[in-house]
């Protein structure tokens, strides 16, 4: 097994890929259903993760397949010319 992390945006990745391999006719479509399978019980595991940390009140920082991103501030609306209100 790798020591490699992988993302979501791995996993993004690798679905586009083998759509297009499927669509390049370079792999068959057993060969691609069974990687969306895999790739649907990886989705069902990241899914349970999220469930357990708001569980927990959103703490805990999961396994990292899913980037933990802070939120963005909240800017203020802007004002008619275009400009924020301050």
Known sequence: MS???NT???LRGH??????LLKEGKIEAST???ITNAA??????AKTEVE???T???IGEGTGFIPLEPRKPE???PGKNGDRED
Request: hydrophobic letters at 45%.
């Open 52 to 54: 357990f940390i708001k």
């Open 75 to 77: 800017l203020p609306a």
């Open 56 to 58: 927990l009140g959103g």
């Open 32 to 34: 691609a259903k069974a």
């Open 15 to 20: 679905l586009f890929d083998t759509i297009q």
């Open 8 to 10: 979501i945006e791995d």
């Open 40 to 45: 649907s019980e990886i989705l069902k595991s």
């Open 3 to 5: 020591d490699k992390k």
